[in-house]
């Protein structure tokens, strides 16, 4: 009677356990928003003249870069960025999570717009920024200004990049390296 009456308990535990599980409401495919407590603030871009490269597009030099290379259109290129809206919200920085290290991009790509899962670098990928960062050198230091038409305006409706469809976008870069292609 006892075994009887302690595989019962057992079950009883068992049942409520699973219960309580699959009660928990946390989504494990959810992507946690990342953390921008790390991320410094915009470039000054006091007494420094714009420079348009197009239309709607316009860059600050804030350092002038070095070496034999400047960014083309074929090139690999390591960049730290930070990527914010005209009202200063932060859409994707190379600085969240606490990274120190800057991220690769292949300019062969950087002007397509990409339909990608939130906070990736693939979000700040548009005409604009291409662009933008064109004839860059190492160590450059440039803000990016892109106007809407440059930008998001025309991504389609169902990509992460149309709530800023509206938006000036403002990239604040650094090149750290080039690779030649």
């Known amino acids: ?4 009456a302690f ?5 009883i535990i068992i049942a409520f356990s699973a219960i309580g599980t699959a009660c928990n409401t946390d989504d494990p495919f959810r992507i946690p928003p990342p953390d921008l407590s790390s991320v410094p603030e915009p470039f000054d871009l006091q007494n420094i003249e714009p420079e348009e490269i197009i239309p709607g597009v ?12 400047y960014v083309t259109a074929r090139d690999e290129v390591w960049i730290y960025k930070t990527l914010r ?18 991220i690769p991009i292949s300019m062969s790509i950087a002007g397509n717009y990409q339909n990608v ?12 920024f291409k662009s933008g960062i064109l004839g860059m050198k190492e160590g450059e230091k440039r803000t990016i200004v892109v106007q809407p038409e440059q930008g998001f305006r025309n991504v389609p409706s169902s990509s992460m990049n149309a709530a800023y469809r509206e938006n000036t976008l403002i990239y604040d870069i650094r090149v750290s390296r080039i690779e030649p292609s």
């Open 117 to 128: 899962f939130n906070f990736t670098i693939l979000l700040g990928y548009n005409p604009g």
């Open 1 to 4: 009677m006892q075994k009887s």
């Open 85 to 102: 809206t005209d009202e200063g919200v932060i859409i994707y920085s190379t600085f969240s999570d606490n990274r120190v290290d800057p």
């Open 58 to 69: 316009q860059v600050y030099i804030h350092e002038e870069g070095f070496g034999p290379y």
């Open 7 to 11: 595989k019962y308990f057992l079950y």
